[in-house]
C-alpha cells in the first residue's frame, strides 16, 4: 500500500475502519486523517498507476482541483466525483468498512435517518426489510432523500441480493431531492445500502471539514416501481 510494509498496510486499513467517514479535505493530523487519504491513494495508484500523481503535482491548481484536471486528462468522462463514488462503494465492497447506521423497515414502520456527512467522506446507511429479506413480490423498498437546496451530493446505492451485490444508481442521482425505488421477488433482497458523497468542496481544509445535512426516509410499499 503505497510503499508500507504488512504492518503499516494493517495499521493504515485498521484507522481507516475504526473512522472511514472522516473527510479528506478534513485535516487535523491524526491518524484518521492520514488513513483516509492513505486508502485513497491506494486506490487511485491501482486504477491510473503513478501518472495520476505526477500530474496533479505539476498542475498549476490547487487542491482537488489539481486531481480533477488530472482526472480529466485521463478521459472527459472521468471526474473526481465519479471516482470517489466508486472507491466507496470499493470500500464496502472489498475493504469490510461496515455502514454508519442501520434502519429495518416493516409495512408498518418507516425508517428514518437524518445525519451530516463530512465532504469527500465515505458513507453508508443500510436499510433492511423486516426478518432481512423481501416477504412479498408486490412490496417495494422506498427510500427518498432530501438535502439543503445548493448542496452538492452524488448518490448511490449497493443492492444486496441472494446472489451477490450490485450497484444501483437512482434517477436524478445528483439532486438535492429523489428516491430510490427497489423491487424483487420474494425473498431476494436483502439490503439497500445508500452511498452519498458531499462534493461541496474543491480544495483543502486545515482544520474540521465542512459538513451536508441529509435526510433519508424509507418506507416499504404495496406497489411495483422499477429501480434503476
Do not use: C
Not at 451530493?153 to 441472494?162: R, S
Not at 410499499?221 to 422499477?226: L, R, W
Request: no cysteine; charged share 20%.
Amino acid at each position: 500500500m503505497l510503499g508500507l510494509d504488512p504492518e503499516g498496510e494493517k495499521l493504515v486499513r485498521t484507522h481507516f475502519l475504526r473512522n472511514s467517514y472522516d473527510g479528506l479535505v478534513s485535516w487535523g493530523w491524526t491518524l484518521s486523517d492520514e488513513a483516509s487519504v492513505t486508502m485513497w491513494g491506494r486506490y487511485l495508484y491501482n486504477r491510473f498507476g503513478k501518472e495520476i500523481f505526477i500530474k496533479t503535482l505539476n498542475s498549476k491548481k490547487i487542491g482537488l482541483a489539481a486531481l480533477e484536471e488530472a482526472l480529466k486528462s485521463v478521459s472527459p468522462e472521468t471526474s473526481m466525483a465519479s471516482v470517489f463514488a466508486e472507491w466507496v462503494a470499493h470500500n464496502f465492497k472489498t475493504e469490510g468498512q461496515g455502514p454508519r447506521q442501520t434502519v429495518t423497515v416493516t409495512t408498518d414502520v418507516p425508517g428514518e435517518i437524518n445525519d451530516t456527512i463530512e465532504d469527500w467522506s465515505s458513507a453508508g446507511y443500510r436499510f433492511t426489510v423486516e426478518g432481512g429479506v423481501w416477504v412479498t413480490a408486490n412490496n417495494t423498498l422506498r427510500v427518498h432523500w432530501q438535502v439543503p437546496s445548493g448542496e452538492q451530493i452524488k448518490w448511490q446505492g449497493l443492492l444486496e441480493t441472494k446472489s451477490g451485490i450490485k450497484l444501483v444508481e437512482p434517477e436524478g442521482a445528483n439532486e438535492a431531492e429523489g428516491t430510490f425505488y427497489i423491487t424483487a421477488a420474494p425473498g431476494e433482497i436483502k439490503s439497500l445500502l445508500v452511498m452519498p458523497v458531499s462534493t461541496f468542496t474543491e480544495n483543502g481544509s486545515n482544520g474540521t471539514g465542512r459538513k451536508a445535512t441529509l435526510r433519508l426516509t424509507a418506507t416499504l410499499i404495496g406497489e411495483m416501481q422499477p429501480y434503476v
